[in-house]
């Protein structure tokens, strides 16, 4: 009795009761707006200018890619706390002509002269978030060119032209952005030239102050008239490693020189009766695949949103893929990674019934999946012929390493973090190697035909929050604005591909929505809860009808973005 007494009390503290919007006309009563609908185009974004840009693009006669490229470098500019030209980009495309999905890998590579063995010399059982030691090659910008070169109709000068302007006249900083501005200035402002170029007058910009990077534009601006090889060949190039070299650096013209992007074939699984998409490592989107073929032996919709059986369920098949991410996830061309048993439904059936339905697991073993035979933004832009793009693009951690190459306009990223220095770990760092990526893209189609375009940024979350979008959609039956507003669920401290192994069960977060009983019950199943400010991640989706063609697009509520159609 006491200890009921004791679990009802933790509950009653833990839950934040909000108000609930029982008047609404249409909607859950926690969905913060109704879908927007269109049939001509649709844009989602984290920032109103970036999702507005990609529609005038569309207006303009470009293609769904060519409106995904000007809405990223709008937000390159007026969203350096998340991404940037000096970070990766990752992309999935449905194209109508060819009733296709294509998938682009434009991750970059550690440095050449990089070894593991420097990191042994200095003492080093990490590497470190900061400075020039995870410093990997920018891949951003050869993404642009490859996805334009494939799919783009306008001009490159013509798609680069908003975020140019916006950087030359300037715009207002807004409320997130400012925010993790100032968050970010803490651990980046002793590096040479980042102060100059992101805090004026000494600190970061408030929010509506206007922000202006003159030295951005002219990199767009010559990016978009002289291409790609001004960037990585040329004399961007050449200013990148002189820069890196004085901070005592590896990146160099070498590395820069010899950057490719990759075309991949995206993996799927099917999820009663959807196909949901994402690309293979060196990325994390094969954990939404192990999730939800995990969740598959549970009757989710019968147990409904928000129960005990459902927090559950996807807390310990979380715990169970993440053990998987930790031991397999790595650049597949230094290893023979199992792909396709880590996602097939025997494998699931097997990790399924390690899980307690009454207990939380402290830990779980990675599986036997041995081979047969081993701080983000996120959009999606839709055109009027039917041609779709998911797109993620990152610095990884905030705005990046906080290397900012001279007159450049931007931060070089730190994703050269999530490598491992273990000895045998797949994810172990070798020069000329792929990290391990948080960064995915997401896609579902049905019968052959594209359903939804969508993602979900924020590190480890993305994985656990491509997982809910689906099971919100497809076993709750939301529909796209509600499955993003829904609260969330995210579990922390899983094994991780850097090394560290879980023991304790990990720590899991409820955004406030969850009942008291659900909380509660929680407790008594041994769960651990905490609660976390804005760690749920940012999601944007665009469903389109297959009947009609009538898009539907969807922002998070909990970023300053837009969806917005024509």
Same mark, same amino acid.
């Given at each position: 009795?006491?200890?009921m #007494?004791?679990?009802?009390? *933790? =509950? ?13 006309? $249409? ?10 609908? =269109?049939?001509? !185009? ?5 920032h109103?200018? &970036? ?16 409106a ?16 940037g030209?000096?970070?990766d #980009? ?5 194209? &109508?002509?060819?009733?296709? #999905? ?6 970059? /590579? ?16 990490r ?17 642009? +060119? ?8 306008l ?5 680069l032209a908003?975020?140019?302007? @916006? ?9 997130l952005?400012a925010y ?25 910009p ?8 003159p030295?951005?534009?002219?990199t ?6 002289e ?15 002189? @820069?890196?070299?004085?901070?005592g ?30 690309l ?8 939404? *695949?192990?999730? #939800? ?11 409904? +949103? ?23 996830? =790595? ?31 402290? &830990? ?11 701080? $983000?933004?996120?959009?999606?832009? =839709? ?30 990223q730190? /994703? ?10 797949f ?10 990526? $948080? ?11 594209? +359903? ?6 924020g590190?480890?979350m ?24 829904a609260?969330?669920? /995210? ?17 899991v ?25 804005g760690?749920?991640?940012? @999601? ?5 009808? &297959?009947e009609?063609?009538?898009?539907? !697009? ?9 969806a917005?159609? @024509?």
């Amino acid at each position: 009795m006491r200890r009921m #007494l004791f679990l009802s009390l *933790l =509950a009653l503290i833990w839950v934040s009761v909000a108000a609930q919007a029982y008047d609404r006309v $249409t909607g859950k009563p926690f969905a913060s707006r109704s879908e927007v609908l =269109a049939r001509n !185009g649709m844009a989602a974004t984290s920032h109103p200018l &970036a999702s507005q840009a990609a529609i005038d693009i569309l207006k303009r006669g470009g293609t769904a890619v060519d409106a995904a490229l000007a809405a990223n470098a709008v937000l390159a500019l007026v969203e350096p706390v998340s991404c940037g030209i000096g970070g990766d #980009l990752f992309a999935l495309v449905w194209e &109508a002509k060819s009733g296709k #999905l294509h998938g682009l890998n434009a991750s970059g /590579r550690s440095p050449f002269d990089l070894t593991p063995e420097y990191f042994q010399e200095k003492g080093l059982s990490r590497i470190p978030l900061y400075g020039p030691l995870p410093v990997s090659v920018p891949g951003c910008v050869d993404g642009w +060119f490859e996805l334009h070169a494939r799919f783009g109709a306008l001009s490159m000068a013509e798609i680069l032209a908003p975020a140019i302007g @916006y950087a030359r006249e300037g715009f207002p900083v807004t409320e997130l952005v400012a925010y993790y501005w100032d968050r970010n200035i803490v651990h980046l402002k002793d590096f040479p030239g980042f102060p100059e170029l992101f805090m004026p007058g000494g600190r970061a910009p408030a929010k509506g102050e206007i922000f202006r990077n003159p030295q951005l534009a002219q990199t767009l601006e010559r990016i978009g008239s002289e291409g790609r090889d001004l960037f990585y060949r040329g004399e961007f190039a050449r200013t990148i490693a002189s @820069y890196m070299a004085k901070q005592g650096g590896f990146l160099s013209y070498r590395d820069m020189a010899e950057h490719t992007s990759e075309w991949v074939e995206p993996v799927s699984i099917s999820y009663r009766g959807y196909e949901v998409w994402e690309l293979p490592p060196n990325g994390q989107g094969i954990a939404v *695949l192990q999730i #939800l073929n995990i969740l598959a032996g549970f009757d989710l919709r019968k147990a409904g +949103f928000g129960s005990t059986e459902h927090l559950h369920a996807f807390i310990e098949a979380k715990k169970l893929a993440f053990e998987d991410r930790a031991k397999f996830y =790595a650049d597949p061309q230094f290893n023979e990674l199992p792909v396709e048993r880590l996602i097939s439904m025997d494998y699931a059936d097997t990790r399924r019934r390690l899980i307690d339905p009454k207990r939380a697991a402290q &830990a779980y073993p990675a599986g036997d999946a041995a081979l047969e035979g081993g701080d $983000t933004i996120y959009l999606t832009v =839709a055109d009027g012929q039917g041609n779709m793009v998911s797109l993620i693009q990152s610095n990884y951690l905030g705005m990046g390493s906080g290397m900012t190459p001279t007159g450049l306009g931007f931060v070089l990223q730190n /994703r050269g973090q999530l490598f491992a220095l273990e000895a045998g770990h797949f994810n172990r760092f070798e020069p000329h190697k792929r990290p391990f990526h $948080t960064i995915i893209p997401g896609f579902m189609t049905r019968g052959g035909k594209p +359903f939804m375009s969508f993602g979900v940024m924020g590190g480890s979350m993305q994985p656990q929050g491509h997982a809910q979008i689906v099971m919100n959609i497809v076993d709750f039956g939301m529909n796209l604005q509600e499955a993003g507003d829904a609260p969330r669920i /995210r579990h922390g401290g899983s094994s991780q591909p850097t090394g560290e192994t879980m023991r304790d069960g990990g720590t899991v977060y409820l955004e406030s929505g969850f009942s008291q009983e659900t909380v509660r019950d929680l407790l008594g199943m041994g769960h651990r809860l905490a609660q976390s400010r804005g760690a749920y991640g940012g @999601y944007q989706a665009i469903r389109v009808d &297959a009947e009609t063609g009538v898009y539907y !697009g969807a922002s998070e509520s909990r970023k300053d973005g837009q969806a917005i159609g @024509y």
